[in-house]
């Protein structure tokens, strides 16, 4: 498996309440580390969003490999995983990390693969699903028997840089070509950002191009930048379509039902 190629030219999406991101360019070669930095409310999980084809850009063009957004997002989310996104790829905190697991293996054998793999046999999709589960969790360095109470250890009980691992983990578990991870770096020591970079990194190495949303972007990434549309008024916080800059959070949340709704848990 390789990662896949992400451009964007003059990419931005304006929903009802006004600009959520805009005027974004990059180039990404595959297996590329890309870091969304920009403050809270300009429009950084939209971005994210729109990159994996789970919202619709409105202006400008992005590619993910040869699929080109807006208008193949289909096959964008088809090559795409998300982990870390609030309302879209977030973990329960009621369930413990084995159930997590197990509800991704199951999803992983009923609607993964090729539809000629539900032929087989199923213990042997189910093996198979089994080792993609453990292939992840050492992808994303998490050791479940490491955990307070291994496997059925509750997600509200586990810390915030091993719940990150195991929803990367989750995500990994389709074998994605690009991940997206939100909110990347909040709540972390400067140590476990360290460690949430190496992460990433490693996922990089192994064949998955990463975007990752951040407060502040590790050496060597590809950065992209968001801010508030042009002729905003940062002090003030508010906007040249007369509203703030906060509603692109506005639109980040009515996006993500319509995500969720669209794409699954998944």
């Given at each position: 498996?390789?990662?896949?190629?992400?451009?964007?030219?003059?990419f931005?999406?304006?929903?009802?309440?006004?600009?959520?991101?805009r005027?974004?360019?990059?180039?990404?070669?595959?297996g590329?580390?890309i870091?969304v930095?920009?403050?809270?409310?300009?429009g950084?999980?939209?971005l994210?969003?729109?990159?994996?084809?789970?919202?619709?850009?409105?202006?400008g063009?992005a590619a993910?490999?040869?699929?080109?957004?807006?208008?193949?997002m289909?096959?964008v989310?088809?090559?795409s995983?998300l982990?870390?996104v609030?309302g879209?790829?977030?973990?329960?905190?009621?369930l413990t990390v084995?159930?997590h697991?197990?509800?991704?293996?199951?999803l992983?054998r009923r609607?993964?693969?090729s539809p000629?793999?539900?032929?087989?046999?199923?213990a042997?999709r189910r093996?198979?699903?089994e080792?993609?589960?453990?292939a992840?969790l050492?992808?994303?360095g998490?050791d479940?028997a490491?955990?307070p109470?291994?496997?059925?250890?509750?997600v509200?009980?586990?810390?915030?840089?091993?719940?990150l691992?195991?929803?990367v983990?989750?995500?990994?578990v389709g074998?994605?070509?690009?991940?997206g991870?939100?909110?990347?770096?909040?709540?972390l020591?400067?140590?476990e950002?360290?460690?949430?970079?190496?992460?990433?990194r490693?996922?990089?190495?192994?064949g998955?191009t990463?975007?990752?949303?951040?407060?502040e972007?590790p050496?060597g990434?590809?950065v992209?930048?968001?801010?508030?549309a042009a002729?905003?008024?940062?002090?003030?916080?508010s906007t040249?379509?007369?509203g703030?800059?906060?509603?692109?959070?506005?639109?980040a949340?009515?996006?993500a039902?319509?995500?969720?709704?669209?794409?699954?848990?998944a």
């Amino acid at each position: 498996m390789h990662g896949i190629a992400v451009t964007a030219r003059d990419f931005g999406l304006r929903g009802p309440r006004g600009w959520a991101f805009r005027g974004v360019g990059f180039d990404a070669e595959p297996g590329s580390l890309i870091t969304v930095v920009g403050p809270s409310g300009s429009g950084r999980t939209c971005l994210l969003l729109a990159l994996t084809g789970r919202m619709k850009a409105t202006e400008g063009t992005a590619a993910v490999g040869e699929a080109r957004l807006p208008g193949r997002m289909p096959a964008v989310r088809r090559v795409s995983a998300l982990a870390h996104v609030a309302g879209v790829a977030e973990l329960d905190p009621a369930l413990t990390v084995g159930e997590h697991l197990r509800e991704r293996a199951l999803l992983q054998r009923r609607f993964g693969g090729s539809p000629r793999a539900l032929l087989r046999p199923p213990a042997e999709r189910r093996r198979e699903a089994e080792l993609r589960v453990d292939a992840a969790l050492a992808a994303a360095g998490l050791d479940p028997a490491a955990l307070p109470k291994g496997l059925r250890t509750a997600v509200r009980d586990v810390e915030r840089l091993e719940a990150l691992r195991l929803s990367v983990a989750l995500a990994l578990v389709g074998r994605p070509r690009l991940l997206g991870v939100d909110d990347t770096d909040l709540k972390l020591s400067p140590a476990e950002r360290a460690e949430v970079w190496s992460l990433l990194r490693s996922v990089v190495d192994g064949g998955t191009t990463v975007v990752a949303v951040c407060g502040e972007a590790p050496e060597g990434a590809v950065v992209v930048h968001t801010r508030p549309a042009a002729g905003s008024d940062d002090d003030s916080g508010s906007t040249g379509d007369g509203g703030s800059t906060g509603e692109s959070d506005d639109v980040a949340k009515e996006a993500a039902a319509d995500a969720l709704a669209g794409t699954g848990r998944a």
